[in-house]
């Protein structure tokens, strides 16, 4: 598994082999952090994911697929069914997210967004963890 270590627990139930791009996204801040949140480091890993990666998110996004909207798709934990769902999920939100991605400051409210839209979404919210 890449980038799991013996203090992170988050990260060594994720099977990571299947994306470099999650693995690397992840793995970064929590190593030998003794009194972390889950649920804020999720939170963190996504946000984080998302600036680094945003060009690639906006080109992916328009086509509802490719490595780097399955990789938000697994730190949202969406099962296989999930991720294809996801997929479909972002590009039919696409006008929404470029709006949170090109405009300084709500980048970091697109998680929480993504969230409430995952939980508000009929099959998506029993495919995906949104923490």
Sequence with gaps: MMGATSEDPLLSSVDLTFSPVYSSATTS????????????Q???ARWQFLVANQAMLEEEIATGHGPH???????????????????NFLRL???????????????????????QWIQSHPSLRHECKVG
């Design 42 to 44: 999720e939170r963190f």
């Design 29 to 40: 801040g929590t190593s030998n952090c003794p009194n972390w949140d889950i649920a804020l």
């Design 93 to 115: 939100h696409q006008e929404r997210i470029d709006f949170h991605l090109h405009n300084n400051g709500q980048v970091e409210a697109l998680v929480p967004v993504l969230s």
């Design 69 to 87: 909207s399955e990789a938000l798709g697994a730190l949202y934990y969406c099962s296989e069914v999930g991720q294809q769902q996801f997929g």
